[in-house]
């Protein structure tokens, strides 16, 4: 089911520092902009813990029950997976491509979206498991990369990440492309911070209502 609504809404959201006070006005707001997929981050630095982001994805698991679908983005080992099912989540995203990372997002019922940009990469993301595939860092390859990856590979499901907006987005589903992650272009953290989430919906909208 989340893998067709994925499609349908071809916009996840990637939500990485903000406070915890602040997640559910946030996604209220991108919610009210017509934004269905928000992925919450791990902190690969460490200065977060692991169990604290999934805490958040609890939260808004919860709270946003059968109308968001919530992920965790920048997992990187099998204990953020558990984590994030054990949460309530029901994605998972990574920057890299690791098979023990995909069969287990698999093993727990959840869907598979690692990262890759090269061919191989991609390749053998999808022949592990994976559901869909980021492309990243996708502002540093342009439209016509992905184009040209999907020539061979056009049974692989590619996300656009990375530099994608508002007025570029459109190029890259043209291009193939079957969603897009998109971070400070809706998640405006000056808005944030002055409680003016109106700023967050109208950017929702921007994108929402300007798909093709």
Known sequence: MCIKHLEESKIV????????????????????????????TYDSSGKIPDEEIADNIKMLSQHFENKMFIGAGTVLTEKQVILTKEAGG?????????????KTTKNCGLVSIPG???PTEIATAKRAGADFIKVFPMDSMGVKYLKDVLAPLSHCKLLAVGGVTKDNMNEYFEAGAKGIGIGSGIVHKPAIESGDFAEITRRAKLYTEGLI
């Open 13 to 40: 959201v990637i939500v990485r520092g903000v406070a915890k006070d602040k997640l559910i006005p946030l996604a209220q707001a991108m919610y009210d902009g017509g934004i269905r997929f928000m992925e919450c």
């Open 116 to 118: 890759a940009l090269t």
């Open 90 to 102: 029901k994605f998972i995203i990574s920057p890299d491509t690791n098979a023990d990372i995909i």
